[in-house]
């Protein structure tokens, strides 16, 4: 529903969009983590391919994706992850780490549920982006429903690994205001996430849930965040009486080149 189901077809947009990512010189540092929006690439895909322009420079280097999304469908108490051994899309299978769950089965607050996965976009509609930037990788994927900052943080902080690790967390901005009142809501949470709040809304972000908590663990770890893109619907292909809107930032472990 928020990508083509053709092989070709998928591949030429997200190579399109990327294409369309802003060009910069070769780079040899690539972020050790990302936000990325979730809606229909037509919506956010240009935002997106902002952040996975950052992430080329991993190819070979990363093998392994924490992925955060929240729930939109099946309310679900932790983090759940599936029971699957591999996630397919139209660009072909990605494995699913099933012994880097193993690693987190001494936490409660990680637990497993296929039916949060089922009908999920928030994780999905990341993995053809990460299958065209990376290559090879396997998946520690969360569906995140209710849970604490510090339930959050602990599990991210279990899985963070060194360069061979990428930590995605997904999440679109606020929802269904007019254009410019979204503007002005969404230009203070943009503002809010450099300054690595913990206490964003719903209303600020869908994914706050999984975003407070990587940021809890971005202030111990005094990352470097830099904001790659943001707009909303109104900007890309929907009209502005009710609008989504959407952002994209790479943290860095050190600071980022200067651009």
């Known amino acids: ?5 053709n092989p070709r077809a998928l591949s030429n947009e997200v ?17 050790k983590a990302i936000i990325v ?21 991993a190819r070979g280097v990363v093998r392994r994706v924490v992925l955060l999304g929240p729930v939109h469908r099946v309310p679900v108490r932790g983090l759940a992850a599936p029971s699957s051994e591999a996630f397919a899309t139209p660009l072909g299978q990605v494995q699913v780490d099933r012994e880097a769950l193993a ?8 637990v497993t549920s296929d039916a949060a996965h089922a009908l999920e976009h928030s ?12 290559g090879s990788f396997s998946l520690v994927p969360f569906a995140v429903g209710m849970a604490s900052v510090e339930e959050v943080a602990q599990v991210i902080e279990r899985l963070w690994g060194g360069p061979e690790t ?18 002005r809501i969404d230009g203070a949470t943009l503002g809010r996430i450099q300054e690595l709040a913990t206490d964003l809304s719903h209303d600020e972000a869908c994914g706050a849930t999984a975003l ?15 904001q790659l893109a943001a707009c909303n619907s109104g900007d890309t292909a929907g009209d502005k009486n009710r609008v989504v809107g959407y952002g994209a930032f790479a943290f860095y472990e050190s600071p980022p080149d200067a651009r």
């Open 212 to 226: 407070n908590g990587f940021l809890h663990l971005c202030r111990g770890k005094g990352l470097h965040v830099l």
């Open 166 to 183: 990428l930590i995605v967390i997904s999440t679109d901005l606020s929802h269904y205001h007019a254009y410019d009142e979204a503007k």
């Open 1 to 5: 529903m928020f990508y083509p189901g």
């Open 37 to 57: 929006p979730h809606a229909g690439y037509i919506y956010s895909g240009g935002v997106a391919a902002g952040a996975y322009d950052a992430v080329r420079p």
């Open 103 to 110: 690693s987190l089965k001494d936490l409660p607050q990680v």
């Open 15 to 31: 190579d399109d969009l990327l294409g369309g990512a802003e060009a910069l010189a070769p780079r040899a540092a690539f972020p």
């Open 123 to 134: 994780l999905e509609v990341q993995l053809p982006f990460l299958q065209k930037t990376l």
